[in-house]
């Protein structure tokens, strides 16, 4: 059986990587959806790079998200995300981990429905809220009530998250059990289906 299996995802691995092609793989979603750690592992599966677009923005200016947003606010962050999203966007493939406004954004979010293949890792809020309530590291979590925030944040952004080209339910599952859904349902596109919902 567990040979069936690894026949399986090799195959799916092989079809994933012909329907990405040059491009980048760009996972989207919430905070704490696992977008960098699923990322991380899809990419070593599909043996391209992983960037993460948080870490390229803190590595060009040298400062932390937590400290952007406070010394220049959340627009000017936004600004400078889009200007590292724009030129990541440039070379491919590899798989890109966004931070989760980067969607949101209609320039970027055209940009990458253009020239990648976007993944949503859509999650539910308690899940969400497991993850990211164990650090204070969430600029936009620094409110009154951050679960209430979280779960204004999912019913505003879920909407346009909807529009990515597929969906794989993120939940409490081995990394490894998610990453190979996310290769599968990329691999699925090749029937011509526009979006593959793996729940």
């Known amino acids: 059986m567990a040979g069936v299996q690894a026949s399986t995802l090799e195959q799916d691995i092989a079809g994933a990587r012909r329907v990405l092609g040059h491009r980048n793989l760009v996972f989207v ?10 990322g991380r592992l899809v990419a070593q599966m599909l043996e391209i790079p992983f960037v993460d677009s948080d870490h390229e923005i ?6 932390t998200i937590a400290e952007l947003f406070e010394a220049y606010g959340e627009a000017e962050f936004r600004a400078l995300e889009t200007r590292v999203i724009t030129r990541l966007m440039k070379t491919g493939p590899r798989v890109l981990s966004t931070g989760g406004g980067v969607f949101m ?32 590291t969430r600029p936009l979590l620094k409110t009154a009530n951050p679960k209430q925030t979280l779960s ?29 859904e996310a290769i599968a349902a990329i691999a699925r596109l090749a029937g011509g289906q526009d979006e593959i919902q793996i729940s």
């Open 105 to 136: 954004n209609e320039a970027t979010r055209s940009r990458v429905l253009k020239s990648g293949l976007s993944v949503w890792l859509k999650a539910d809020l308690d899940i969400l809220w497991a993850r990211v309530s164990k650090r204070d």
């Open 58 to 63: 803190e590595r060009v200016s040298r400062m």
């Open 152 to 180: 204004d944040l999912l019913d505003q952004r879920y909407p346009v998250y909807a529009l990515a080209d597929v969906t794989v339910q993120s939940r409490d599952d081995v990394k490894e059990t998610i990453a190979a």
């Open 29 to 38: 979603g919430l905070m704490g959806a696992g977008k960098s750690a699923i």
